[in-house]
């Protein structure tokens, strides 16, 4: 038998169908490749037991021909989701063993179409970070080595797990979430695919918020077609959030394939930044390359309110994040540091519950959010947040089917290495993404090259509203042309 | 109302007059089965946090969804203030830590408020009326509740009423003294009654006012406000406003100022207290809710809820007025409470020409009933005689069959035993005799009797009244006492 773990979802998928092999099997290939690879420290808790319990009812299901489009697929979910009776923490010391009598939906619909739960994933405290260094439970390593190297890399965050398990085989996919990056950035830097959808395509009820008008939930996985099966289980209009919009979730596995001739590919004069190393240039380049020789059309477009969306966006999500997590205040779940009277429970709590990035977030939204300081800085986000809104409407009114960038300035970078004196330095590595968030767009991840040193480079592609499915095909035809990228396996 | 102060309204300090500037902030509690954003239950005095749902304990991604039965109740309370109401209104989030509020924000409404300008009439007691603007009214969560008794060294805290709807509405600073204050109060709290937008039971906290309060030389420009947070009763609202502008006139005679600060009434001592100054003030930092969208709904919708307001306490009363000659006391007193005017309403319905005894039926709630409730310290809820009989006395006055003085014995019958009271006329014999030819022959007699009387009337008149009495006394008060009246004026030859 071929290693499980090597499957695609989609090929697993078929494989279960076909009865080439069991569910149980398929589970306890990735159960093994989990232990065996402890030292990524992808997983921050493994659920054996119950992920066998959910294959075996998968294979009596898939057995009476009744199992769901997911039916007897392993899967690991970021931390951020609510998962009924399993620990839930969101990567931070101030939920502490919290484990929440609710299932988030985006979960419930992947146990919904049979899918099976393998554990939870690392993420960065609350889904802030860029590399997976902020976890409590540690930094989150990257499969990818450097040529000739075993400097540990990170693979990237906020879904650094999910990234991570992904692209060393651990699961067939898994559930990630971006608030201005955190699905595609970690795609790019391990080689594997990852898309946020558009804003409310997903629900958000279960997921622990950090910015509430920007986060948004999508799958990570090794193929264009994998993360289409994961997103059609995903996505959906939710009641109980008010923000998920109400239309229906096309098949997007059908969008594979399909042709993109004639389409309009924009290309941002913007995003061509000085000093752009000239490997991420030549990865741009080829993938414009590409896509033309599958017959789209390119065409030079201007986003010019590209170069506020960073520090409007380091407004915007701390703000929101500031209100957010105040509701960890040690009183009803989560950790507690007693102190004289209330006041001094709250600062002893938050000030040893929160990691040093959460707690630097929170004081940045505190503050501009205060009075007198409002109108100059969130009033003034909000009006730059419009702008980039509309560079982006203009732009598609001119027929722009989707826009083509590089998603990433670099590739993965290792443990340690940024961020420690500057965290402006690390912010940096959502420049070409958080524009997508502001904009309530759907991004796509997908791998297209090599950097001089061996590491995967990811090119991003930036779609109309609730337009996932061009995002896909013309994914694939990247996907097709690049080829697929596996690390080296040296873990194990 | 500047224009409109009386000097009675002011108060004299040493250094002269003084002006009380007053605005409120009441606080209405939504009547709905569910809270405003979650579907855990509103109902009152539950085993704490028995009505709490994940929403309302803050837990991790938790989404609020607006209850759509208060919104509609919050557009029908700002149609009856005559009020602005906006299609388009945005939620807020008012950031500040306590443990009573689990997210750590009380979802409010901020810059743009779901009811915008409106106003309010409130009658006086001196018969005069005012106009108190409705600055705005807007929905926000309320918070829960801290229990401090129940452990030595711990504070528990109950959820029951984390997130229940509460509208805050919010007045214009038109009032001057504190009895109108209180009257404003009261028809606040009338208007939401008739609405059934509020149960307005302050001993429940239903409706719970902030004080505004400031004190200047009359017509000079506006003091330096107070606010007395929560206070929980009309009486009390009058009372923390004279103590409190007496405190203010006290420090600005003594060449003091005034701080700008939140105070506490403390209703044993009757008197307010500092709470927090405005240096101490929160900073709220207000921003939009990102979890809701704006709220938005068209004019049909309101039109829709318009076309269904009931008939409110202004509209009543001009009615009653209108088609029953009320005096506009009278109908003011009917009207004041829901209770009151239904009841009055109800007598009408069962009262066989409303036209005719709509007026004596008025007359009779105000003064025998409301009267004997008073009395006996009950409620109309429990009036012991109900509308279909006080509507049977009214009926057998109307149309004559006894006589007022009667009607009194037989409402006292019906309230102590209860029973038909057409009936009881029956059977007690306390039907009015309308037979001339009985009567005649009682005038007779007492003519016959007493032949002095009969010619000492002729010079003076006004003893008639004597042979009506003897009359009435002789028949057990059951002589038509017209009929009675005319036939002695023609046997007296008068």
Request: a negative charge.
């Amino acid at each position: 038998m071929t290693d499980l773990t090597s499957l695609t979802l989609a090929e697993a998928r078929d494989g279960l169908v076909q009865k080439t092999f069991t569910a149980l099997e398929l589970t306890d290939a990735h159960l093994a490749a989990i232990e065996a690879a402890r030292v990524l420290n992808a997983f921050v808790l493994e659920t054996p037991e119950q992920a066998r319990g959910m294959a075996r009812a998968a294979d009596a299901k898939l057995a009476s021909g009744e199992g769901g489009p997911l039916a007897g697929l392993p899967l690991g979910i970021k931390d951020l989701f609510a998962t009924k009776g399993v620990r839930t923490t969101a990567c931070s010391k101030i939920l502490d063993d919290f484990t929440p009598p609710y299932e988030s939906t985006v979960s419930a619909q992947l146990w919904r179409d049979g899918a099976v739960m393998l554990g939870k994933l690392n993420n960065d405290e609350f889904a802030m970070g860029s590399s997976n260094e902020t976890s409590c439970f540690g930094p989150v390593v990257n499969p990818w080595r450097r040529d000739g190297s075993d400097a540990k890399l990170v693979p990237g965050g906020s879904s650094g797990g999910s990234a991570s398990a992904v692209a060393a085989g651990l699961c067939l996919g898994a559930t990630a979430t971006d608030t201005g990056g955190s699905i595609r950035q970690p795609a790019a830097f391990t080689g594997t695919v990852g898309i946020k959808p558009t804003y409310g395509r997903c629900s958000r009820w279960g997921i622990v918020a950090f910015a509430s008008s920007l986060d948004q939930a999508g799958p990570i996985a090794r193929t264009v077609r994998d993360s289409a099966i994961l997103l059609r289980s995903m996505a959906g209009h939710d009641p109980k959030d008010t923000t998920s919009v109400d239309r229906p979730v096309p098949d997007y596995e059908a969008a594979i394939g399909r042709s993109v001739k004639g389409m309009k590919i924009g290309i941002p004069k913007e995003y061509r930044l000085d000093g752009m190393p000239p490997e991420i240039e030549k990865l741009w380049t080829d993938g414009a390359d590409w896509l033309k020789a599958a017959g789209a059309e390119l065409v030079e477009v201007s986003l010019p309110h590209t170069k506020y969306a960073l520090p409007a966006y380091y407004i915007v999500a701390p703000a929101e994040a500031s209100s957010n997590l105040a509701r960890y205040d040690g009183v009803r779940y989560g950790a507690r540091v007693n102190g004289r009277n209330i006041t001094e429970m709250y600062e002893n709590t938050r000030a040893q519950g929160f990691g040093a990035e959460v707690r630097r977030r929170i004081m940045i939204g505190t503050y501009v959010l205060s009075a007198g300081y409002y109108d100059a800085y969130y009033l003034r986000a909000q009006k730059v947040r419009t702008l980039i809104k509309r560079d982006f409407e203009e732009c598609f009114a001119k027929g722009v089917s989707a826009i083509l960038t590089p998603a990433t300035p670099s590739a993965a970078f290792g443990i340690g290495e940024k961020g420690g004196a500057d965290p402006v330095e690390m912010y940096l590595n959502d420049i070409f993404t958080v524009t997508v968030n502001m904009a309530g767009l759907p991004g796509i991840a997908v791998p297209g090259g090599k950097d001089a040193q061996g590491l995967p480079l990811g090119l991003q592609l930036i779609g109309r509203p609730f337009d996932e499915e061009t995002l896909f095909s013309l994914g694939e035809v990247i996907e097709q042309t690049a080829g697929r990228f596996s690390p080296a396996k040296w873990w194990a | 109302m500047n224009a409109t102060v009386k000097p009675s309204q002011l108060i004299k300090g040493a250094t002269g007059d003084w002006e009380i500037v007053i605005g409120l902030e009441v606080h209405a509690q939504v009547t709905s089965n569910s809270k405003l954003f979650s579907g855990a239950s509103t109902e009152f005095g539950g085993e704490p946090n028995s009505h709490v749902s994940l929403v309302d304990a803050a837990m991790p991604g938790m989404l609020p969804v607006i209850n759509e039965a208060c919104i509609r109740q919050a557009v029908r309370t700002g149609l009856g203030l005559k009020a602005q109401i906006n299609l388009r209104s945005v939620f807020d989030r008012k950031n500040y830590f306590y443990p009573d509020l689990p997210q750590g924000y009380q979802i409010s409404q901020y810059k743009s408020p779901i009811v915008g300008e409106g106003e309010v009439i409130v009658d006086l007691d001196s018969g005069d009326s005012i106009t108190v603007g409705i600055e705005r009214l807007h929905l926000e969560q309320d918070a829960g509740k801290l229990l401090h008794d129940q452990h030595a060294t711990m504070s528990f805290v109950d959820l029951n009423r984390s997130g229940v709807a509460l509208m805050e509405i919010v007045s214009k600073p038109d009032m001057r003294t504190s009895e109108q204050a209180k009257a404003y109060v009261a028809k606040l709290r009338s208007i939401l009654r008739y609405l059934g937008t509020c149960d307005g039971d302050m001993e429940k906290g239903s409706l719970r006012a902030d004080v505004n309060v400031s004190v200047r030389k009359p017509g000079g420009p506006l003091g330096t406000r107070c606010e007395i947070k929560n206070v929980n009763s009309i009486r009390f609202i009058g009372q923390a406003i004279e103590y409190e502008a007496r405190r203010q006139i006290g420090i600005l005679e003594d060449g003091g100022p005034i701080d700008q600060e939140t105070r506490l009434f403390d209703a044993v001592k009757g008197e307010t207290r500092s709470m927090r100054s405005k240096e101490e003030a929160h900073d709220y930092r207000y921003f939009p809710d990102p979890d809701l969208l704006p709220l938005e709904f068209s004019q049909a919708y309101v039109d829709a809820l318009k076309a269904e307001l009931p008939e409110l306490p202004d509209a009543k009363k001009a009615r009653f007025i209108r088609d029953f000659a009320l005096s506009p006391d009278d109908a003011g007193v009917l009207v004041s409470e829901r209770e009151s005017a239904d009841f009055y309403e109800a007598v009408l319905g069962k009262l066989a020409n409303a036209a005719r005894d709509g007026k004596l039926a008025a007359n009779w709630v105000i003064n025998e009933l409301f009267g004997r409730l008073n009395k006996d310290g009950h409620g109309i809820a429990a009036s012991p005689v109900s509308a279909a009989q006080l509507a049977a006395i009214v009926d057998l006055i109307g149309d004559a069959t006894i006589s007022g003085k009667i009607a009194k014995d037989l409402f006292e019958i019906v309230w102590q035993e209860g029973g038909d009271p057409r009936a009881l006329v029956e059977t007690r014999g306390m039907k009015q005799v309308t037979d001339l030819g009985a009567i005649e022959k009682v005038v007779d007699d007492i003519i016959a009797v007493n032949p002095d009387k009969a010619a000492q009337v002729r010079d003076k008149p006004a003893m008639i009244g004597w042979f009506v009495g003897q009359v009435m006394k002789s028949s057990g008060g059951k002589a038509n006492p017209q009929a009675v009246n005319d036939i002695l004026k023609s046997k007296l030859g008068l």
